[in-house]
Structure formats: C-alpha cells, structure tokens
C-alpha cells in the first residue's frame, strides 16, 4: 500500500475561459498605455490618466490623482469616485470588479490583489473576487488588500498591513492579517 500524493500539474493550467473583459486587441492597447502612461515614472502629467482610464472604460469621477509609476490590470472593471489618490507604485491588479468610493487614498506602494488561485486543484485555476474601497477609507503605504474585502467607510489600513477580511467603518487596522488598534476619529 502506498501513500502517494497528488501533485500540482501547472502543465495543465489553462486561463483561456477567465473572464478578462475585452479582446486581444483592446488588451494590447492598454498594454501599451498602460506602459507608456502609468508605469512609466518619466510621464508625471496626472491630468491625462482619468481620460485615458475613461477610454478605456472605466468609470472615474472629478479630482482623482493618479501618481506615475501605478500599474492598473483591466481599466473597464474599475469604478474610482471623485477626489480619490493613487500613489507612486500601486499596483490595482483588478481582474475582479475594484469599486473606489470618493475621497480614497491609495499610497505608495500599495497592492490590490483581486485574484489567486485554487491550490486545492491539480490544474491550479484562477479565482478572484471584487474589493471595494468604501468613501473615505485610507490604504496605507504597501499595504495589501486582498480578493472579496470591503474597507468599510472611512477605515484605515495602516503602512504594510495586509487585510484579508472586511475592514469596520471608521477603524484603524494593523498587521498580518489586519486587526482593529483603534477608532479613527476625524475632527473638522
């Protein structure tokens, strides 16, 4: 009798029926613009993102400020509010639904992960799940947001965290994963 384990088999991964959203030809472009426009650290002109974004498909309201070097995956499943930031070297890798309330903060070196993968099977498939980021609420600098959380209104999400649940309105979270410090109160 033999104790044999099933190993991964990544020769059997296939991403084709992943829903990206557009055609190979709407990929490529946003590859390019993406690369020219947002990655590229030497273009620090914000005022042209939000209308390349909107060409793209995305929804994206008044005020929004995008930093270069930011890396957007599918700009036609992002919805960003009005006022909103986006730091130097965020990485949006929005394969899901990424809903962006008005007023968010989104600082350097933050990541939004709405994809993984099932490890659970051979073939390892894609899975991923949408995030929305509540009016209001502060991603800290290189912090993580992971697949299917939502940070509630006004929460934070202190530097370095990662939030793998939902995050309370008007709280402070700390750490890995992400635990509750704190209140966060604002005065006028």
Not at 33 to 51: D, E, Q, S
Not at 175 to 184: F, K, L, S, W, Y
């Amino acid at each position: 009798m033999t104790n044999e384990r099933v190993h991964v088999d990544l020769s059997r991964f296939d991403n084709a029926d992943f829903p990206k959203g557009a055609g190979p030809v709407k990929l490529a472009l946003w590859y390019f613009t993406n690369a020219l426009f947002f990655l590229n650290p030497l273009f620090p002109f914000r005022r042209v993102k939000p209308a390349l974004l909107r060409l793209f498909g995305a929804k994206v309201g008044r005020g929004v400020v995008i930093h270069p070097g930011v890396n957007i995956k599918y700009p036609w499943k992002l919805i960003i509010g009005n006022h909103c930031w986006v730091g130097q070297r965020a990485w949006l890798d929005n394969i899901d639904l990424l809903t962006i309330g008005d007023h968010v903060v989104i600082s350097q070196g933050a990541v939004i992960i709405q994809g993984s993968h099932d490890y659970k099977k051979v073939d390892y498939p894609t899975m991923s799940g949408p995030v929305t980021l509540e009016s209001g609420s502060w991603v800290g600098a290189g912090a993580m947001v992971l697949m299917g959380v939502r940070l509630g209104s006004h929460s934070v999400l202190a530097a370095g965290s990662v939030a793998s649940a939902d995050l309370m309105p008007y709280m402070i979270y700390r750490g890995n994963p992400a635990r509750p410090v704190r209140e966060r109160t604002i005065s006028a």
